[in-house]
């Protein structure tokens, strides 16, 4: 974990400045081990290459972005980039990096259709209607003012939703919305938005983003509470092992939230030093530790999901993830996920 951390900084540095030789050689050794890896790092670099303004300085958080790609490796071992060259798309996608995104296709999805067209407004200098509000919104989520660069973005699309770069703008949109400002109805009806209206853009969307629509519709039904307890659990100063567990504990038909919570209580516990966090699994060993320290039986049986979550998906041990799965499905809340879990393994055993 700690090797993964170094490697994610550094291949965030790498894309605006030279590296140290002693760097420069862990991140190459990095990058052979994870060909996946890579693949994000030529992809980014063409993306910031593709920018015809000047090149911004490195005083955002690229680390979210490039961390969801990484861990997304074993889930998508067949991944390519998505790129329009035009000079607005490349905005799109630095921005896209500066709220956590990266815009890149990580799912071959049969394609349904797109709605009709909506008409358009006039282009302008530089090939796309939205550029100058992409470059002002850029200014502003640099700033640190996420309400007013959604305002403007979303002012713009109104004018010119049918701009060849609509469908990624609105998909930065939606993530403003969720990620920087936590306005989760309205984050909702963005992702639904670019859904129903920029499907062929939604198909090349990264994984987290189609995860984020099924969480904001599962949390719909709760009126998006389940995500604001989640948020306030995260801020808690004085226990948030325990506000985490409460919030698993509170919403035992929110699959998406519950483990989140779970995945996060993982985070504090490596951050509070329980846990080697150079260790190879050290997020199994974070969950597992948890999971001695919980009193509620749905905290236990969700911590035994998550972890065999992540022996299937990440570390690919399919017997371990077998015996997580059915410790979890002892708790009724649990059964359908640790079932559906369950015959997935035999079928792929089966093939």
């Known amino acids: 974990m700690l090797r993964r951390r170094k490697a994610e900084g550094l291949m965030a540095q790498a894309l605006y400045e030279p590296l140290s030789e002693h760097d420069a050689a862990f991140l190459e050794a990095y990058l052979h081990e994870h060909p996946a890896a890579r693949e994000e790092m030529d992809a980014l670099r063409r993306v910031v290459a593709g920018v015809p303004a000047e090149r911004p300085p490195l005083n955002t958080d690229l680390l979210p972005a490039v961390r969801v790609r990484i861990e997304e490796e074993a889930r998508t071992p067949e991944w390519r980039p998505r790129f329009r060259l035009s000079p607005a798309l490349a905005t799109v996608a630095v921005l896209a990096m500066a709220v956590g995104l990266v815009v890149l296709k990580v799912h071959d999805t049969p394609d349904p259709g797109r709605p009709g067209g909506i008409a358009t407004g006039p282009a302008v200098a530089g090939g796309s209607p939205l550029a100058a509000a992409l470059t002002q919104t850029g200014a502003l989520v640099e700033a640190g003012n996420y309400a007013d660069a959604y305002k403007t973005l ?14 990624d703008a609105q998909m930065l949109l939606a993530d403003i919305a969720f990620a920087r400002l936590h306005w989760y109805e309205q984050a909702h009806s963005d992702y639904e938005r670019l859904f129903q209206e920029y499907h ?8 987290h983003v189609r995860d984020r629509r099924d969480l904001l519709a599962e949390a719909r039904l ?3 509470r389940s995500l604001q307890d989640l948020d306030a659990a995260r801020a808690n100063k004085l226990d948030p092992m325990a506000a ?3 919030v698993i504990v509170t919403y035992p038909d929110q699959a998406y939230v519950r483990s989140q919570a779970a995945m996060e209580m993982a985070r ?9 966090p150079a260790s190879p699994d050290a997020l199994v060993q974070a969950l597992r530790h948890a999971q001695h320290q919980a009193t509620d039986p749905m905290v236990v049986a969700q911590l035994s999901y998550q972890m065999g979550h ?15 799965f059915l410790q979890a499905l002892q708790h009724p809340a649990l059964q359908p996920q640790a079932r559906s879990a369950l015959a997935r393994l035999d079928a792929a055993a089966a093939q």
């Open 200 to 207: 062929q853009t939604w198909l090349g969307t990264p994984a």
């Open 310 to 324: 992540l022996y299937e998906s990440e570390y690919r041990e399919f017997d371990k993830a077998r015996e997580a």
């Open 268 to 276: 504090r516990t490596i951050e509070s030093g329980a846990v080697d």
């Open 244 to 246: 985490l567990a409460r």
């Open 154 to 167: 979303s002012g713009a699309l109104e004018r010119f939703p049918d701009a060849p770069d609509a469908g």
């Open 222 to 224: 709760v009126q998006f």
